[in-house]
């Protein structure tokens, strides 16, 4: 895996404890030479992922809306940064570089970007791992909802067992790098978006 995408917050939440986490993943990119995709801000989790990755002398490529700019203060020290017009924008291009998705902790917007991935997975517009960095049980309880989806019939029991769920960062990107795509039935695949 060359590059990986990672969806957070914009805000660096209530614990510590998260951005701690941040950190530490983006240190690991950075050591094992794996370029971070997100969201291009310098503030919350995402400043936090970005300033690792770039102090332990990584590559970390930011993709933001031009609206946004100012509002997520774009990180000025990027290897990379596009700024695009839209969401939508955002959300493809930052598909298109990365090799891999992981959400860490975030709000509405990170829920929006990995779900949109996963469905993407689903009907075969990409086939990369997804995770989810489960720092203090952040997502428990969306794996949950998600267990309840596939119990009423609304998704696979295979698709949710081939989801990446992991505390432990290390572990995240040994899974992450040895992940087995499952394969889209015919009549689902959708050549594009």
Not at 33 to 50: C, D, E
Not at 69 to 89: D, F, S
Not at 103 to 132: K, R
């Amino acid at each position: 895996m060359k590059s990986l995408a990672v969806f957070c917050g914009a805000s660096t939440g209530n614990n510590p404890v998260y951005v701690t986490a941040a950190r530490a993943l983006g240190k690991l990119l950075a050591e094992q030479g794996i370029t971070l995709v997100f969201g291009g801000g310098k503030v919350g989790i995402m400043g936090a992922i970005a300033d690792a990755v770039l102090e332990t002398g990584g590559k970390a490529v930011g993709v933001i809306p031009r609206a946004l700019v100012a509002r997520e203060v774009a990180h000025p020290n990027l290897t990379q940064l596009h700024v695009v017009e839209t969401m939508h924008e955002r959300k493809a291009l930052i598909a298109e570089l990365s090799e891999g998705f992981v959400a860490l902790p975030g709000g509405w917007g990170t829920f929006d970007e990995i779900c949109e991935i996963l469905t993407w997975n689903q009907l075969g517009i990409i086939n990369h791992p997804c995770a989810f960095l489960n720092t203090n049980g952040f997502y428990s309880y969306l794996i949950q909802m998600f267990q309840t989806c596939v119990e009423e019939g609304f998704v696979r029991e295979e698709r949710l067992s081939n989801l990446i769920v992991t505390a432990d960062e290390a572990d995240l990107l040994h899974k992450m790098k040895n992940y087995q795509p499952l394969p889209t039935p015919q009549w689902m695949r959708l050549n594009q978006v």
